[in-house]
């Protein structure tokens, strides 16, 4: 083959190559634009799903948590509510009892649901709680404080009265704790 010719060939198949490289050139960049978007695509499938699952989990969790303070709520309810109670050391007994079996005291009746709390519950629990706030320590400014709500229900028991500072009981207002 003369070289002319030769010449003429090789620039041409250089040419084709060339023009064949730079189309497959444009099809991986496409196909690399295509993967990328179809990664995306999956991430923010992905990335919504544990989403879903994290609020699930959390109306759960929120769910579990009210169960179990309503039925704190309840049990305290019925303790207080099951029978009399002792003067001295303020244990429930049964109804009929008439002398408590832990410290030998007078059992006496549940008091009429009155929000007027009787000065021997006072007594007692002044003495149980040291004169101070049980939840943080003050020694001022002391109030009575029901356990659980006397308008949700709480009695002016021993084992539902505690002694709160002035700015524990307004934080408290009428939240069982």
Same mark, same amino acid.
């Given at each position: !083959?003369p070289? #002319?010719?030769?010449?003429?060939t090789?620039k041409k ?7 064949m490289?730079?189309s497959?050139r #444009? !099809?991986?960049a496409?196909s690399r634009r295509?993967a990328?978007?179809?990664r995306?695509?999956a991430?923010?499938k992905?990335?919504?799903?544990r989403r879903m699952e994290?609020?699930? #989990?959390?109306?759960?969790n929120?769910?579990?948590?009210r169960e ?10 019925e ?10 050391c303020?244990?429930?007994h ?7 079996? !832990?410290?030998?005291g ?5 008091h009429?649901m009155n ?7 006072k007594?007692?629990?002044w003495q149980r709680?040291?004169g101070?706030c049980v ?5 001022t400014?002391?109030?009575?404080d029901h356990?659980i709500?006397?308008s949700k ?5 021993v084992?539902?009265i505690?002694l709160l500072?002035?700015?524990?009981n307004l934080?408290?207002?009428s939240k069982i704790?």
């Amino acid at each position: !083959m003369p070289l #002319k010719t030769a010449l003429r060939t090789s620039k041409k198949v250089n040419s084709w190559a060339r023009r064949m490289n730079a189309s497959s050139r #444009k !099809m991986s960049a496409t196909s690399r634009r295509i993967a990328a978007a179809n990664r995306r695509q999956a991430n923010e499938k992905l990335a919504a799903q544990r989403r879903m699952e994290a609020a699930n #989990k959390r109306l759960r969790n929120q769910e579990l948590a009210r169960e179990k303070k309503e039925a704190r709520e309840r049990a305290a309810r019925e303790r207080i509510n099951r029978g009399n109670y002792c003067a001295n050391c303020g244990a429930i007994h049964s109804r009929g009892a008439r002398f408590c079996p !832990m410290c030998g005291g007078k059992v006496a009746a549940r008091h009429a649901m009155n929000r007027t709390i009787p000065s021997d519950v006072k007594m007692h629990v002044w003495q149980r709680d040291g004169g101070r706030c049980v939840k943080c320590g003050a020694n001022t400014n002391l109030q009575y404080d029901h356990d659980i709500p006397f308008s949700k229900g709480g009695s002016n028991t021993v084992e539902n009265i505690q002694l709160l500072c002035q700015a524990c009981n307004l934080e408290k207002g009428s939240k069982i704790m």
